[in-house]
């Protein structure tokens, strides 16, 4: 693999349903990065970490658990989907783990509906 | 909160040269990036600006004013493949990066 590959393209969940959506960067980088794009809205971010242990919130974090082991992965969990978490996910990573220019690089992203 | 600018929608033709404006309101500044996402795919990294002035990649240029809370991106030449949306991003921290909702360019013939 080359990049970053999340799993899967797209799913279709009933609600209440327990779902994790994965994704695994071979860059080496050290942070990574969880956004939800949903129309009009633009990118939000949920969730953020990096190989030191730093971890943080961003926009719309709620209804969602995250964990980093082992560093080139970081699956996004959500436990009782909801319609409202119908989106399309975005994982991204980033080299500098927030330092200087740290570009952030996206996966192909998960198209998920919560019926 | 963060508060990030620009058009819903532009429409030029082809080989003509649009500029997609970007405003801000952010509590903190530590760079602006622009992304390009086609329809159905991930964005992808255009460019990056952190101190005032032009940077020129190609048929692309980004502009940053950090006085006005201002910039632009520059398409030139423009080619029916530009057609997609255009994405300001304002890194406000050491990691996050809080994005305009986009601005999708259709390039007509």
């Known amino acids: 693999i080359a990049g970053i590959t999340q799993a899967p393209t797209s799913q279709i969940l009933a609600a209440g349903r327990r779902m994790t959506l994965r994704c695994t960067q071979d860059?080496?980088?050290?942070?990574m990065y969880w956004y939800r794009q949903d129309l009009g809205l633009g990118l939000r971010l949920i969730h953020y970490?990096?190989?030191?242990?730093?971890?943080g919130k961003g926009e719309v974090p709620e209804g969602y658990s995250l964990t980093r082991a082992p560093t080139d992965e970081y699956p996004l969990t959500l436990a009782s989907a909801g319609p409202s978490q119908t989106s399309v996910y975005f994982c991204?990573?980033?080299?500098?783990?927030?330092?200087?220019?740290?570009?952030?690089?996206f996966g192909p992203g998960t198209r998920l509906t919560v019926l | 909160g963060q508060n990030i600018d620009q058009p819903t929608e532009m429409t030029a033709t082809e080989g003509a040269i649009v500029q997609i404006n970007c405003t801000y309101q952010?509590?903190?500044?530590?760079?602006l990036f622009w992304y390009q996402q086609h329809a159905g795919e991930a964005p992808t990294f255009l460019s990056y600006?952190?101190?005032?002035g032009l940077e020129e990649k190609g048929r692309f240029s980004s502009f940053l004013s950090r006085s006005k809370g201002y910039s632009y991106l520059l398409l030139k030449e423009l080619q029916m493949k530009d057609s997609a949306s255009y994405l300001c991003?304002?890194?406000?921290?050491?990691?996050?990066?809080?994005f305009g909702a986009g601005t999708t360019v259709t390039v007509r013939a």
């Open positions: 970490s990096n190989t030191a242990g730093t971890t």
């Open positions: 600006n952190v101190l005032d």
């Open positions: 860059m080496r980088h050290n942070a």
């Open positions: 991204a990573s980033s080299d500098s783990g927030g330092r200087g220019t740290d570009t952030q690089y």
């Open positions: 952010t509590s903190g500044f530590n760079g």
């Open positions: 991003a304002v890194k406000d921290g050491d990691y996050k990066l809080s």
